[in-house]
């Protein structure tokens, strides 16, 4: 079964700095393009940034400049380093990767359980 599990939420005040990670375990053959998205009470769930497996990231308008996603092919793992936090930037947290279980199976999405963020003083 694939998992993904994600860590480093938290509290943090207004313009500080966290950094959230997510793994991958399970059965894998290889794994295409892993996210971040968010979701704040009462709002639908919202695209933060995305990255490829050959490492190129793309960023929702609102975090440009201030988050940075990456990831360790590897270790079969994406990050997000969040700076400049903003009380808006509460949510949680969701993982998302698209993920081939087998070279026979098609490709599929998978999500983490989400973790929270909260900026505020």
């Known amino acids: 079964q694939v998992q993904l599990v994600e860590s480093g939420g938290g509290l943090v005040q207004p313009g500080g700095s966290l950094r959230v990670s997510c793994t991958v375990s399970g059965s894998i053959f290889d794994i295409s393009t892993m996210g971040w998205y968010r979701q704040a009470p009462g709002k639908q769930r919202e695209l933060v940034a995305t990255i490829s497996n050959n490492h190129d990231a793309n960023y929702a308008d609102f975090v440009k400049g201030r988050f940075t996603i990456s990831r360790d092919n590897a270790k079969k793992m994406v990050y997000m380093q969040m700076n400049n936090l903003k009380p808006e930037d509460t949510a949680v947290y969701y993982c998302?990767?698209?993920?081939?279980?087998?070279?026979?199976?098609?490709?599929?999405?998978?999500w983490g359980q989400g973790t929270q963020v909260t900026v505020s003083s």
């Open positions: 998302n990767a698209g993920i081939y279980a087998h070279w026979y199976t098609p490709l599929n999405t998978y």
